[in-house]
């Protein structure tokens, strides 16, 4: 799970002046205001976050880009508990099931996926925090619990600067003009 940013961002100084727990707050609530703003209908609409390229899913329905969203939460909560279980090998994450039509099925695994990541780093040990980790995703050779929780706090605002921009295929009639046809 490779991230794209400015150079430097790799350099452990960096994340060491930003609390990981206040990122992970602030972008999940940039994502949480945006989803509650959006339009349950706009869920299949096309859209396209450039950012995301590395991991595959830069381009797809925006329902379907959550599920993969929740997805990686719940990546990053298998390999926090494995390191809490001594376990360095490869760890994958059953699937949930969720189908990406079904929205407010996707809200639940959003705010679960999230859950279970937090879940997982508030019970790792203390020198997780200070050494370096190797997750087993592709192109990753080491980094830092608090530099991989600041990525998805980045990737919650990423998120939701995105769905902010949707806007509908057709025009939504505004709850006062319904049922009010001349």
Same mark, same amino acid.
């Given at each position: 799970?490779?991230?794209?940013?400015?150079?430097?961002?790799?350099?452990?100084?960096?994340?060491?002046?930003?609390?990981?727990?206040?990122?992970?707050?602030?972008?999940?609530?940039?994502?949480?205001?945006?989803?509650?703003?959006?339009?349950?209908?706009?869920?299949?609409?096309?859209?396209?976050?450039?950012?995301?390229?590395?991991?595959?899913?830069?381009?797809?329905? $925006?329902?379907? &880009? +959550?599920?993969?969203? %929740?997805?990686? /939460?719940?990546?990053? @909560?298998?390999?926090? =508990?494995? !390191?809490?279980?001594?376990?360095?090998?490869?760890?994958?994450?059953?699937?949930?099931?969720?189908?990406?039509?079904?929205?407010?099925?996707?809200?639940?695994?959003?705010?679960?996926?999230?859950?279970?990541?937090?879940?997982?780093?508030?019970?790792?040990?203390?020198?997780?925090?200070?050494?370096?980790?190797?997750?087993?995703?592709?192109?990753?050779?080491?980094?830092? $619990?608090?530099? &991989? +929780?600041?990525?998805? %706090?980045?990737? /919650?605002?990423?998120? @939701?600067?995105?769905? =902010?921009? !949707?806007?509908?295929?057709?025009?939504?009639?505004?709850?006062?003009?319904?049922?009010?046809?001349?």
């Amino acid at each position: 799970m490779a991230h794209n940013g400015s150079p430097g961002i790799d350099n452990f100084k960096f994340f060491q002046s930003i609390d990981p727990w206040t990122a992970l707050q602030d972008g999940r609530r940039q994502l949480i205001d945006a989803l509650d703003a959006c339009d349950p209908r706009l869920a299949m609409q096309m859209l396209t976050i450039p950012e995301f390229a590395n991991w595959g899913d830069s381009t797809g329905p $925006l329902s379907a &880009l +959550l599920l993969a969203h %929740a997805e990686r /939460d719940r990546a990053h @909560a298998a390999f926090f =508990a494995s !390191l809490n279980a001594g376990d360095t090998t490869r760890t994958s994450t059953p699937s949930t099931g969720v189908i990406a039509g079904d929205w407010a099925a996707v809200r639940s695994e959003i705010d679960a996926a999230r859950f279970a990541m937090l879940e997982a780093a508030a019970n790792l040990s203390p020198e997780c925090w200070e050494r370096p980790l190797f997750p087993p995703w592709e192109g990753i050779v080491e980094e830092y $619990l608090p530099s &991989l +929780l600041i990525v998805r %706090a980045m990737c /919650d605002g990423i998120l @939701a600067g995105a769905i =902010a921009a !949707l806007t509908p295929a057709v025009p939504v009639p505004s709850p006062a003009r319904q049922g009010h046809a001349r």
